[in-house]
């Protein structure tokens, strides 16, 4: 088992950042693959970033490359994701996952879900 508790969300003007994070307890944190997906109202959830066990790999959907970093701490059993330039199509709720490497872009390959935390981004 895994549990992921995610924080850093909030109201945000266009262009402003937010930085999420996600703690993670339960199993060995360096040995899972994690990613962040998000839901807006009325959307199906989608990737926004994925991020290798040890940090080496990342992925970004196109809507994220440029703007959002995904990184990892594993001495600390914390991902993050910088969120730079926000948009209001970015206003959504975030959540993270946590998978098998090497590095799932697909929903269906994590087991893992964190509660979600919501952005909301004004223009």
């Known amino acids: 088992q895994v549990q992921l508790v995610e924080s850093g969300g909030g109201l945000v003007q266009a262009g402003g950042s937010l930085r999420l994070s996600c703690a993670a307890s339960?199993?060995?944190?360096?040995?899972?693959?994690m990613g962040w997906f998000r839901q807006a109202p009325g959307k199906e959830r989608e990737i926004v970033a994925a991020?290798?066990?040890?940090?080496?790999?990342?992925y970004y959907a196109v809507s994220a490359k440029g703007r959002f970093t995904i990184s990892r701490d594993n001495a600390q059993n914390t991902l993050y994701l910088q969120m730079n330039n926000l948009k209001p199509e970015d206003t959504a709720v975030y959540y993270c996952?946590?998978?098998?490497?090497?590095?799932?872009?697909?929903?269906?390959?994590?087991?893992?879900w964190g509660q979600g935390t919501q952005v909301t981004v004004s223009s």
């Open positions: 996952a946590a998978g098998s490497p090497p590095r799932p872009t697909t929903e269906r390959k994590y087991g893992f």
């Open positions: 339960g199993r060995t944190f360096s040995s899972l693959a």
């Open positions: 991020i290798s066990p040890t940090g080496s790999t990342t």
